[in-house]
């Protein structure tokens, strides 16, 4: 017993109390206990931005930064990239299990039925100005399809679940192909349920008037890496959001576009795109030192560098720096990529850098590969969004089916004014200057 609790003491009163641990963590609710007078509220912890608080239990998704290891289910990432397809990863994270080649056929059947959109959807994209940001249509987008799935709200029947699942997995590479088309005036292509997951993207997004686009297999297994590498990565800011919003009995189009909306944030996936324009402000190797000077002076970031979890290179970013290589022996080689490797390098033995522990993250190569692909950088973010949707949609069962779980609420810590009685408008000074 003595191993699994440990002793607060409360100078204030005196008195000692023993706490649980819990799976190497304390229950902040054992701390309520703690008063100063029976009429005390009693103690919380205070955490902003959840520095050290663990706000669920969950068996998806196991990273350690430290050693900058990322697994899902278990699996290692560099194994899952190597002998796994996407469709066969959201599997695993939906199920548990990898699946059997039967299961997976269905599996890839059952999605590939759910890729069509209701015309009305369209309808509504094309009413998105033609410079309408893709993060934005893409948001908008899916939370609509709420009102297309009504169904969708009954969030405690697993066949429901089931059901949306599939269709927004079959949908989200639709609908973020045409907000790409609808970008350049481009007319929609219809899904082909011939093709692969990957594949049919691709034909979505560049077919022109052939019948069907025939992909180049480097391109498109490298996308479907990308798509591995994207699918999970346990409490980040758009999962707590997909989790804050679903606790609440939300349905999933609404939650999962309020966890995409998290996700356009420059400070996590919306990076890749300021990745891009970081490489491009600096424009050649020779200008690095001076950028890396601009932020160690504080005057900005070094993007797609640094990470909540990550106190080590972090694992992706290994595999899409290769993938890289595999992409370019393809497509013309992105000069960008000898100005990131260069920045790495530089920054890598920088004692700034290496005091914080900062490293490349996932989102430090992948808009290289993604610009060598064809794309613009206002799609980046699109394309790490389709496959977190796989994460976010197991990490939504697993909420709710979690019994420690309930509605989302943190507590505050209130700062503001004691009780004070409204005088009246010619007497009042308003709010002083500085006050937002
Ligand atoms: C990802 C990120 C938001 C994590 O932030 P965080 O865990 O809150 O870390 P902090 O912002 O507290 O940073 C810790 C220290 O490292 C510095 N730092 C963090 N990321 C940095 C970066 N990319 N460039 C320069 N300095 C950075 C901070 O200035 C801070 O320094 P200080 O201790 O002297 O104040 C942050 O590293 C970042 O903004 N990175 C760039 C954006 C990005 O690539 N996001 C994608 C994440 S997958």
Same mark, same amino acid.
């Not at 998105?128 to 940001?133: E, L, N, T, V």
């Not at 080689?333 to 960008?336: H, L, S, Y």
């Given at each position: 017993m003595a191993d699994e609790t440990f002793t607060i003491h409360d100078h204030r009163t005196g008195k000692s109390y023993d706490t649980r641990i819990f799976k190497g963590t304390v229950r902040a609710m054992d701390l309520r206990q703690i008063k100063t007078d029976p009429e005390d509220f009693g103690t919380m912890s205070y955490d902003p931005a959840f520095m050290n608080t663990a706000s669920c239990q969950s068996a998806i998704t196991f990273i350690d930064g430290d050693r900058g290891i990322l697994r899902y289910r278990g699996y290692p990432i560099e194994q899952l990239a190597e002998h796994c397809s996407f469709l066969e990863v959201a599997y695993l994270l939906l199920y548990g299990e990898l699946p059997t080649e039967s299961q997976l056929k269905e599996w890839v059947r059952e999605v590939a039925l759910h890729t069509m959109i209701h015309e009305n959807l369209k309808k509504i994209m094309d009413g998105? /100005? /033609?410079?309408?940001?893709r993060m934005g249509i893409l948001v908008s987008t899916l939370a609509a399809l709420s009102t297309f799935y009504p169904d969708a709200k009954n969030v405690l029947d697993p066949q429901v679940r089931r059901l949306q699942t599939l269709r927004l997995i079959g949908k989200v590479p639709t609908i973020a192909a045409f907000a790409y088309r609808h970008s350049l005036g481009l007319p929609y292509v219809y899904p082909d349920n011939d093709l692969g997951y990957t594949e049919n993207f691709m034909n979505m997004l560049w077919r022109m008037s052939e019948p069907k686009l025939v992909a180049n297999p480097v391109l498109a297994r490298a996308l479907d890496v990308l798509f591995i590498l994207h699918a999970d990565h346990e409490q980040n800011c758009g999962t707590n959001t997909l989790r804050t919003v679903a606790s609440a009995h939300a349905d999933p189009f609404v939650a999962i576009a309020a966890a995409a909306a998290a996700l356009s944030g420059p400070l996590h996936g919306g990076a890749n795109e300021e990745v891009l324009k970081m490489l491009d402000e600096i424009g050649t190797k020779e200008n690095i030192p001076a950028f890396i000077e601009h932020v160690k002076a504080g005057k900005g970031r070094l993007m797609g560098f640094g990470h909540r979890v990550y106190k080590n290179y972090d694992p992706r970013a290994r595999i899409i720096k290769r993938t890289a290589e595999e992409v370019f022996k393809v497509t013309q080689?992105?000069?960008?990529l000898d100005i990131a490797i260069e920045l790495e390098r530089i920054a890598l033995d920088d004692e700034y850098f290496v005091k914080r522990k900062l490293y490349p993250n996932v989102d430090f190569y992948s808009g290289i590969i993604y610009q060598a692909m064809g794309f613009k950088p206002e799609m980046f973010t699109v394309l790490f969004a389709i496959p977190r949707v796989a994460g976010w949609l197991a990490q939504w069962q697993e909420l709710l089916l979690d019994p420690d779980q309930k509605i989302s609420r943190p507590r505050q810590i209130y700062i503001g004014h004691d009780k004070r009685d409204v005088i009246p408008i010619d007497k009042r000074t308003g709010p002083k200057a500085t006050s937002a």
């Open positions: 998105f /100005h /033609h410079d309408a940001h080689r992105n000069p960008k």
